[in-house]
């Protein structure tokens, strides 16, 4: 039997409303067939999304393997479980409701066919899809990201991120790192990500015009679940590169800026969510810039330089609320 290139891992749980279309889009590779295989991981379901998958593949006649978690293990896991068991020396990570252009794999693998070994990820331009009646439609512009001399501050970067599905991952720096935390449930990918960076992995880019991943945003995604918890794990991302930087005395001014701005837009989210949690933040960015000033707004810095930036956050949480009950009358 051929050894496959890629290993397309699909982690499924109840997504039969999705799952036809996201093989379709699979299947629909202008890559080898031989040189593919398609690794369905099943998380707990309780629909019918592992038989409809199943179905599509064997009359697609494609390399498939069917998997199962114990059940509700999460991304992290359910990944991990597909990848250690397939064979390609390049793997694509995709949901259950993602799309990929035909010429994705084919493009992205020709460029990972050049690079040398320390070549960790291979990635292209994205898009997002939005839910407009009946049909799906582009929302904002592609992201193109960008990942130059300083990689773990451009991953970290709001509108730099590199979504799972738009990259092909090396095999042998999945092992190197051990693939996914599974404790983690949030924003996982991005922890994975620097991690490869940390350890010296190079992230390159298969330009490409157009998107060549779709991204489909709709009430279920998992990153709209919770805020909180979706602040508490950018948090714990920009700590782990912090920390890393401060290793390898490496922490200048420069990204010393870059962690503190960071740092005070989750703050702002944290003081109208988890009072706690809130000062705590404060307490940790005043480890990195004593003076505890705001980027911006322009306002909150004013009223930062007069009573402090705790008390100014709390001031301007009470007024948006203020103006929230009064908006509602």
Not at 88 to 100: E, K, N, P, S
Not at 228 to 256: C, K
Request: glycine fraction near 6%.
């Amino acid at each position: 039997m051929t050894t496959p290139e890629v290993s397309v891992v699909l982690p499924v749980r109840n997504a039969r409303r999705w799952i036809g279309d996201t093989l379709a889009s699979v299947l629909a590779q202008t890559l080898d067939p031989a040189a593919l295989e398609v690794i369905v991981v099943d998380d707990g379901s309780t629909d019918d999304t592992t038989e409809a998958a199943r179905a599509i593949l064997e009359a697609a006649g494609v390399v498939h393997l069917f998997l199962a978690t114990a059940g509700g293990a999460g991304p992290s896991a359910a990944r991990n479980l597909g990848w250690t068991r397939g064979r390609g020396a390049w793997v694509q990570f995709l949901d259950g409701d993602d799309l990929v252009e035909p010429a994705k794999l084919a493009h992205q693998l020709d460029v990972a066919r050049r690079s040398g070994d320390d070549v960790a990820v291979v990635f292209s331009a994205w898009g997002e899809l939005v839910e407009v009646g009946d049909a799906w439609r582009p929302g904002a512009r592609p992201v193109r990201p960008v990942v130059g001399a300083d990689p773990l501050r451009d991953l970290l970067g709001d509108d730099n991120f590199i979504a799972t599905g738009s990259q092909l991952f090396r095999r042998t720096w999945l092992e190197r790192v051990g693939g996914f935390d599974e404790r983690l449930r949030l924003v996982e990918d991005v922890d994975l990500m620097l991690r490869i960076a940390v350890r010296g992995g190079r992230f390159v880019d298969a330009a490409s015009p157009t998107p060549l991943f779709w991204y489909r945003r709709h009430a279920a995604s998992t990153s709209r679940q919770s805020r909180l918890q979706f602040v508490n794990a950018r948090a714990r991302n920009l700590r782990l590169v912090e920390d890393h930087w401060r290793t390898e005395r490496a922490l200048t001014p420069e990204r010393v800026a870059f962690l503190t701005a960071a740092y005070f837009a989750l703050a702002r989210t944290l003081a109208d969510e988890d009072a706690d949690a809130f000062d705590a933040m404060t307490r940790h960015i005043a480890t990195l810039d004593p003076s505890l000033l705001p980027p911006g707004p322009p306002a909150l810095r004013a009223l930062s330089r007069v009573c402090g930036y705790r008390r100014a956050e709390r001031l301007t949480r009470r007024c948006r609320r203020w103006l929230r009950r009064a908006a509602r009358r």
